[in-house]
Nanobody, 116 residues
């Protein structure tokens, strides 16, 4: 199992930006996907952005396209989410996810609140 720890959440005004980080406890062998998910109050957890490792391609939720950008540190298997032009609808707990081999690991989440 890999320990995943998110950081960078907080309170931001509409139109502002935040950068989330996900730190992996070790290099992940057999990694095939890393992504960010979020869960807003009263809603189901949803995919925000995912990196498909073998093809080096990314997938974004329609609601965040053009505003969010996901990236990865190849040396440490850390992952980042740059969030721009944040809106109140983006308020949620954001979770880091890694899929490798037959494993599917999750961080404990970091809270993002967008409010004026």
């Amino acid at each position: 199992q890999v320990q995943l720890v998110e950081s960078g959440g907080g309170l931001v005004q509409p139109g502002g930006s935040l950068r989330l980080s996900c730190a992996a406890s070790r290099r992940i062998f057999g990694l095939y996907a890393m992504g960010w998910y979020r869960q807003a109050p009263g809603k189901e957890r949803e995919l925000v952005a995912v990196i498909h490792i073998s093809s080096d391609t990314t997938t974004y939720a329609d609601s965040v396209k053009g505003r969010f950008a996901v990236s990865r540190d190849n040396a440490k298997d850390n992952m980042y989410l740059q969030m721009n032009n944040l809106q109140p609808e983006d308020t949620a707990v954001y979770y880091c996810n890694a899929r490798y081999g037959v494993m599917d690991d999750w961080g404990k989440g970091t809270l993002v609140t967008v409010s004026s």
